[in-house]
């Protein structure tokens, strides 16, 4: 069975590909207690790590069987207040699955209902027919995962009942879309020669982290797509807003910045995963998007001299060591484990046994 967790920052809100995709939906069985802890994925039983990952990239991003799962979008109390959700059991959570007493409660976040650049109008808003499937003007409204059922003028979350309807803190109504830059370097000792790790003798890879204000956890600097924004120009940009503080530079500082990121983000990338994560601020009518990208400095040149300074929502920035011990907020753990396997670096140190497909 595989897990897609994730949470990401709120804000500006959420486009990404394409990947129609044949969804099996299913819940875990168990929830963390609070909104801000590491998501782990359920157990694998006789399927080892290394296996479930590989299986989890190559069907995801071909668009095989793959398995969602709510876990965090079913957390109480809702992030940022006191409201509880309504109680889902595991085998309720599938819109499939008849449940004619479900009474979800009902929420939206003042701070939406306030009417920002990045929310959307209440549905019943006089002037407000949102075109949902497709791209309604500036705004993308497809979903990565394929078609999402629009129910009484709301859309539906894909994968299931979350136990509250409304928008809570997501600005659009279906899927908000995000985008999150993974940026890498190999780990270096004083005479420039690559560190490998002393178990595995695989080279130790490393990225860009920041300490989210929010809750204090480690995650990869991403952030929301802005209407009618390319998700290239996202990732540039919340990589120099949140690691770079490029919001408090001088023009001059500006254009510095830009020429040491320029042949980064210009240069191949890799994507290493798309579609749904499961978020604390999911319900039933709203939902979290993104697509992790990995942007890699083989030489170590581009990226050496780069001035990290924390910015934006980020409390902290720094180059962080790569491996399976790394803690980091929501499903973030995950999209890094998919970038150490594709550059063969180092992540754990008991590897378990090997995949045979």
């Not at 782990?40 to 006789?46: C, E, T, Y």
């Not at 078609?147 to 600005?171: A, C, D, F, H, I």
């Not at 990995?294 to 980020?314: I, R, W």
């Not at 491996?323 to 484990?337: D, M, Q, R, V």
Request: charged share 25%.
């Amino acid at each position: 069975m595989l897990l897609l967790a994730g949470a990401l920052r709120a804000g500006r809100l959420p486009s990404v590909s394409r990947a129609v995709a044949v969804f099996t939906f299913a819940v875990a069985l168990s929830a963390p207690p609070a909104w801000c802890v590491l998501q782990r994925r359920p157990p694998l039983s006789n399927l080892s790590a290394n296996c479930w990952s590989h299986l989890y990239a190559v069907n995801m991003l071909n668009s095989y069987n793959v398995k969602l799962y709510h876990s965090k979008a079913l957390t109480s109390p809702y992030p940022g207040s006191h409201v509880e959700r309504s109680k889902v059991p595991a085998d309720k959570v599938g819109w499939l699955t008849e449940w004619k007493d479900y009474n979800p409660v009902e929420y939206t976040a003042k701070s939406v209902l306030a009417g920002p650049s990045w929310a959307d109008p209440q549905i019943n808003d006089k002037g407000f027919s949102p075109k949902f499937n497709e791209r309604d003007g500036e705004v993308e409204r497809k979903s990565l995962n394929g078609t999402y059922v629009v129910e009484n003028g709301r859309p539906r979350n894909p994968v299931g009942r979350t136990g509250l309807t409304g928008r809570g803190l997501l600005g659009r109504w279906g899927p908000n879309h995000a985008a999150d830059p993974v940026v890498t370097r190999w780990k270096r000792d004083g005479s420039g020669n690559k560190v490998a790790h002393p178990v595995t003798g695989k080279n130790i890879l490393q990225f860009v982290a920041i300490k989210r204000r929010d809750c204090g956890e480690w995650a990869i600097p991403g952030g929301m797509v802005d209407p009618g924004e390319k998700i290239s120009a996202t990732l540039k940009r919340e990589f120099e807003e949140e690691a770079l503080n490029s919001l408090q530079k001088s023009p001059e500082e500006k254009v510095e910045l830009e020429k040491q990121l320029h042949k980064l983000f210009s240069q191949e990338h890799s994507v290493v995963y798309r579609g749904y994560v499961d978020d604390p601020r999911n319900t039933d009518n709203a939902w979290m998007e993104t697509e992790a990208v990995n942007y890699h400095d083989e030489t170590g040149e581009t990226l050496d001299n780069l001035p990290l300074e924390a910015g934006d929502d980020a409390g902290m920035v720094k180059w962080v060591d790569i491996s399976e011990k790394l803690k980091l907020y929501a499903s973030h753990s995950y999209f890094i484990k998919l970038v150490t396997e594709k550059r063969g670096a180092h992540w754990s140190e008991n590897p378990g046994p090997e995949c045979h497909e």
